[in-house]
């Protein structure tokens, strides 16, 4: 006689239409000696629902003649998105601005190489995602055997983002990897994001102490690579920290980040309240705080064009979500009037 079964699991991998699903216990300890394959309800695809990520804990009903079928995505603690300006795919309808990435860690490894791959301005775009979602951002400096000046990028690095941690390693001389110790703790998440290249997988296989993910090598002309991992998934390292690992990500816009970009910009922000006028546009107001700071160097024009930038970005993608949400509402009237859209 055919059984199901109600089960909470979280989901390890993601390939298209099929999730690999880790059985949980009541205090959702994943059980990693297990696994089992599922598929999405129909009411996912009929209703338009945002399908489960890596890192979800979802309800699933088993079923031991076939796949398990995920009924149900539970609450999240943190989710990572970006921006998702084509639309959903795989017969999702399409209404969701937002990608989500993967879901409920901990921690964010942002992953940069001190080579042709370092950039300031994706480094402080990283960091006030991450703070928006209440999980602490880590920025790793990879490959500091390849840098003559790792404790002045180390410090540039802070001064930008002074929230966030700053670790500058090498995974091949094994420079700087004991001060990661804190973050390794058993049954904690870590999400890695960063540029293909910049030694996510490296990294990955030090951690773990043993080869886990395939490395590839970069380009010596431009110092970029190609990507190593080709969909997310979670794994579990020998030491119990569950690990994310993400497909190299070139470029990563914002959206609905107005808390992250002005802790990551506290100083921008701290200026705002020095302006002789409330409604200072900080453009040719006299007694403009911000002005002043551009003039004696106190503010980089480069920090001050990337804060503009990411508000500009944020309130384009704010636009966007309302015209969204109008849509989505007049889909839904018009789909439960019996209209066949």
């Not at 990879?142 to 700053?166: G, N, P, R």
């Not at 994001?193 to 990955?204: E, I, P, R």
């Amino acid at each position: 006689m055919k059984t199901n079964n109600t089960i909470t699991a979280r989901v390890s991998c993601v390939q298209k239409n099929l999730f690999t699903l880790l059985p949980c216990d009541e205090d959702k300890i994943v059980n990693s000696g297990t696994e089992l394959l599922g598929k999405l309800k129909g009411k996912f695809y009929n209703l338009g629902l945002e399908p489960p990520v890596v890192g979800d804990y979802v309800k699933v009903i088993t079923n031991e003649y076939g796949d398990a079928l995920i009924d149900e995505v539970l609450p999240r603690n943190t989710v990572f998105k970006r921006p998702n300006r084509s639309g959903h795919a795989e017969g999702f309808v399409k209404n969701l601005l937002e990608e989500t990435i993967v879901a409920n860690f901990d921690y964010v490894f942002i992953v940069t190489s001190l080579n042709q791959d370092y950039s300031e301005n994706r480094i402080a775009r990283y960091v006030s995602i991450t703070l928006n979602t209440g999980a602490k951002p880590v920025v790793i400096l990879s490959k500091a055997d390849l840098c003559d000046d790792v404790e002045l990028k180390v410090e540039i690095t802070q001064a930008v983002c002074d929230k966030a941690d700053v670790i500058a390693i090498s995974s091949l001389t094994g420079y700087g990897i004991e001060k990661l110790t804190p973050y390794m703790q058993k049954d904690k998440t870590i999400a890695l994001v960063g540029s293909s290249g910049v030694g996510k997988s490296t990294l990955l296989n030090t951690l773990n102490g043993g080869e886990l993910m395939k490395v590839n090598h970069i380009r010596d002309s431009d110092g970029k690579g190609r990507h190593t991992t080709t969909y997310r998934q979670l794994f579990q390292l020998q030491n119990g920290v569950w690990i994310m690992d993400t497909p190299g990500l070139r470029e990563i816009g914002v959206l609905d980040m107005e808390e992250g970009i002005d802790e990551t910009f506290s100083d921008v922000v701290e200026l705002f309240d020095q302006c002789k006028f409330n409604d200072c546009t900080h453009t040719n107001e006299p007694g403009c705080a911000v002005l002043a700071a551009l003039a004696d160097g106190t503010l980089s024009e480069e920090r001050w064009a990337t804060y503009q930038q990411l508000h500009k970005e944020n309130e384009w993608g704010k636009a966007k979500m309302m015209q969204i949400a109008k849509f989505t509402r007049e889909y839904q009237k018009n789909r439960y009037q019996g209209w066949d859209l």
